[in-house]
């Protein structure tokens, strides 16, 4: 199950972390996994771990997913010290006994609300969608999968009809249909050889998937084919059934679309039980408001 943590306010300057190396940690990349519970700091007497640090990195990794892969160690004591500061506001804040302040609590009961539904819904997914459901659901999918057939082709794009059929020319007189793409095509494929490797009817543009799906392995288009992009030459190079992919390619879709599925349906369920009643802000039932901008009153004649 997923750990649930309150998050502490981020201090100021706290997203403009600077990318160096933590002379401290720059040489333990291959040590094993710090203890969560070590005492990295003590302020005022008081005690913080290490898994403070850890949870403060990747409330900013998430923040920032353009950080990647990125290490601690690359920024293990500029946060630290953000850790360090955030406690001592917080220790300042309980000296002036802030815990008591009527908006202290109340925002402290709405975040408590939140921590106990995300809670609930997380044991409502971890209960739902497990090892046996996500492997059933992928059978039921590969058993209603249907094969279409997909092609490997490549092509020489080229500005002109003329020049395309030039290039027919020459593909008749022998060259080579690789070679020729890398020196004239003026497609974005060109330095592959023209390779568009495989894909099925439906994501090509018209004219260019009639013409590769009307085509036989190893074949040529005698004709060039236009589209909005230019005129192709289109060479086969394989047709076959597309497959369903492998568990580890779609699982974790599937983990999503089932917890979607298991919340939504949780949900519903809670409402058809329960009783509620809507009103505006004045105290009217909601069924009986009148829509805003609506009015009753018969307009005026002209």
């Known amino acids: 199950?997923?750990?649930?943590?309150?998050?502490?306010?981020?201090?100021?300057?706290?997203?403009?972390?600077?990318?160096?190396?933590?002379?401290?940690?720059?040489?333990?990349?291959?040590?094993?996994?710090?203890?969560?519970?070590?005492?990295?700091?003590?302020?005022?007497?008081?005690?913080?771990?290490?898994?403070?640090?850890q949870d403060r990195f990747n409330e900013m990794k998430a923040?920032?997913?353009q950080l990647g892969a990125m290490p601690l160690t690359m920024v293990y004591e500029h946060i630290l010290n953000t850790v360090v500061e955030a406690d001592l506001v917080t220790q300042a804040g309980r000296d002036e006994r802030l815990e008591s302040d009527a908006e202290v609590q109340k925002r402290m009961a709405a975040l408590l609300d939140r921590l106990i539904a995300g809670a609930y819904m997380q044991k409502v997914v971890d209960e739902t969608v497990t090892d046996e459901a996500v492997k059933a659901e992928y059978e039921k999918r590969k058993a209603d999968f249907t094969p279409a057939k997909e092609v490997h082709?490549?092509?020489?794009?080229?500005?002109?009809?003329?020049?395309?059929?030039?290039?027919?020319?020459?593909?008749?007189?022998?060259?080579?249909?690789?070679?020729?793409?890398?020196?004239?095509?003026?497609?974005?494929?060109?330095?592959?050889?023209?390779?568009?490797?495989?894909?099925?009817?439906?994501r090509m543009v018209p004219p260019f998937a009639e013409a590769a799906f009307a085509m036989e392995p190893g074949g040529v288009s005698k004709e060039p084919v236009k589209t909005d992009f230019g005129w192709h030459v289109i060479k086969v190079e394989e047709i076959r059934?597309?497959?369903?992919?492998?568990?580890?390619?779609?699982?974790?879709?599937?983990?999503?679309?089932?917890?979607?599925?298991?919340?939504?349906?949780?949900?519903?369920s809670l409402k058809e039980k329960a009783e509620i009643a809507l009103f505006t802000p004045d105290g009217t039932p909601l069924e009986e408001a009148e829509p805003e901008g609506e009015t009753t009153e018969e307009a005026p004649k002209q």
Do not use: C, W, Y
Not at 159 to 185: H, Q
Not at 241 to 268: G, Y
């Open 63 to 65: 923040q920032q997913p």
């Open 241 to 268: 059934d597309t497959e369903f992919p492998p568990l580890s390619e779609v699982e974790n879709d599937i983990r999503d679309e089932l917890a979607n599925k298991a919340v939504s349906e949780r949900i519903e």
């Open 1 to 53: 199950m997923l750990s649930i943590r309150v998050r502490r306010a981020t201090l100021a300057g706290f997203l403009a972390l600077p990318l160096l190396a933590s002379p401290a940690l720059a040489q333990d990349e291959t040590k094993a996994a710090p203890d969560p519970n070590a005492v990295v700091a003590k302020v005022n007497g008081h005690e913080i771990p290490f898994s403070a640090v």
């Open 153 to 202: 082709a490549r092509h020489i794009l080229l500005n002109t009809e003329e020049d395309a059929k030039d290039i027919i020319k020459e593909l008749d007189g022998g060259a080579d249909f690789v070679e020729l793409a890398k020196t004239k095509s003026t497609g974005p494929s060109g330095p592959q050889g023209g390779d568009l490797g495989f894909f099925t009817k439906d």
